[in-house]
């Protein structure tokens, strides 16, 4: 079913207090038991993707996944870890409605959260 809605997506680094430019972030549809990959995406400066990572024809309802490749940012940004905690952070939702949909990640090396923004 193709809407009218959007999904977004930010990421700022809490270890830095900065958005986190540059991460690689991965969006899935999930269908049963696997997934399908939709795009890949890197955030800009503002820690946001230049475009929505669904809109127009491509917005339907369903269960997706985004993967933020934090690992992969923290590394790059030279932050020297033993053994490194996090590496990709998924975060599955459902789309229902024909809205805005905002999936931010606030992240570490340690710890991140998420919620269903605006």
């Known amino acids: 079913m193709a809407g009218s809605g959007r999904l977004t997506t930010h990421v700022l680094d809490t270890m830095h207090g900065k ?52 690992g992969q940012y923290f590394e790059r940004l030279g932050v020297e870890l033993e053994n490194p905690f996090l590496d990709v952070v998924p975060i599955r939702f459902t789309i229902s409605e024909d809205k805005h949909y905002h999936v931010p990640l606030l992240v570490s090396p340690f710890a991140y959260s998420t919620y269903r923004g605006s």
């Open 19 to 70: 958005p986190a430019r540059g991460m690689r972030i991965e969006l899935l549809f999930v269908h049963g038991d696997h997934n399908h990959h939709i795009a890949d995406s890197y955030t800009n400066a503002d820690g946001r993707v230049d475009q929505p990572l669904l809109d127009d024809e491509q917005f339907q309802h369903g269960e997706f996944e985004i993967h933020f490749h934090v």
